[in-house]
């Protein structure tokens, strides 16, 4: 499915298969004053596609329950969105691809009363097996999301590969809390640019020689890189 340069408000994607091609979903809104509103992507299957579920520029878009194998490069990416996105849920179990979540130019809202809420990415259960470089979860330049109980498995043998990737994240506008990111594979469990704040937990920017090199990492605590 590919919406170009369009937006569909309330579109509801539930309950389909789709297979073989470049994109499974791509829907590309007009701009930041334009946002496609109200975009859910539910209880879908996607396998043999170079990416699977593609949306840019979205407000407060929900991907989730949906089931994403053979993809070649990116299963869920989520680019130039605002407020409340959520990505719950989904298993994604890639041999080749690079890339599970990618979460980049985004921002949650403030949360509480009368904000729009936080970005959530929470239950998502990945296992990347390729022998290329590899990411679990990546923000990039994205703030005000929260990363709950999720589950990261890397096993292709690449040092560089690494379970959660964050870049160019403001410091104390990510959490943190109960995630498992294993790479048996040799690379690293979380990286770059992340260092413990010991007074509030949260993630500062710390430049590009602040690597965790770690086979597993188990997040029990808020931001506890």
């Known amino acids: 499915l590919h919406l170009p340069l369009g937006c569909l408000t309330e579109l509801l994607i539930e309950k389909n298969t789709f297979t073989n091609g470049s994109y ?28 699977a579920v593609y949306l840019s520029y979205h407000d407060a878009p929900l991907v989730s329950r949906d089931s994403i194998t053979n993809v070649g490069n990116v299963a869920v990416d989520l680019e130039n969105c605002a407020n409340g996105m959520q990505v719950l849920k989904n298993k994604i179990i890639l041999a080749t691809g690079s890339y599970g979540i990618v979460v980049d130019y985004s921002s949650g809202g403030l949360g509480g009363l009368g904000n729009p809420a936080r970005g959530l990415i929470a239950n998502n259960f990945i296992a990347l097996a390729s022998a290329s470089t590899t990411y679990g979860i990546q923000l990039y330049y994205s703030t005000n999301i929260d990363l709950y109980n999720n589950s990261v498995n890397i096993t292709g043998n690449t040092t560089g590969s690494t379970g959660l990737y964050l ?6 506008s990510v959490n943190l809390a109960n995630n498992v990111f294993s790479n048996p594979g040799g690379g690293y469990a979380g990286g770059p640019n992340i260092i413990e704040d010991n007074s509030s937990g949260d993630f500062i920017g710390a430049g590009s020689a602040n690597l965790i090199r770690s086979n ?10």
């Not at 870049?167 to 104390?172: I, K, L, S, W």
């Not at 597993?216 to 890189?225: E, K, L, M, R, T």
């Open 24 to 51: 499974g979903l791509y829907i590309n809104g007009i701009g930041p004053t334009a946002l496609c509103k109200g975009t859910q992507v539910t209880n879908n299957s996607f396998s043999n596609f170079y990416g």
């Open 167 to 172: 870049y160019g994240v403001a410091g104390n």
């Open 216 to 225: 597993v990492y188990d997040s029990v605590i808020a931001g506890g890189f």
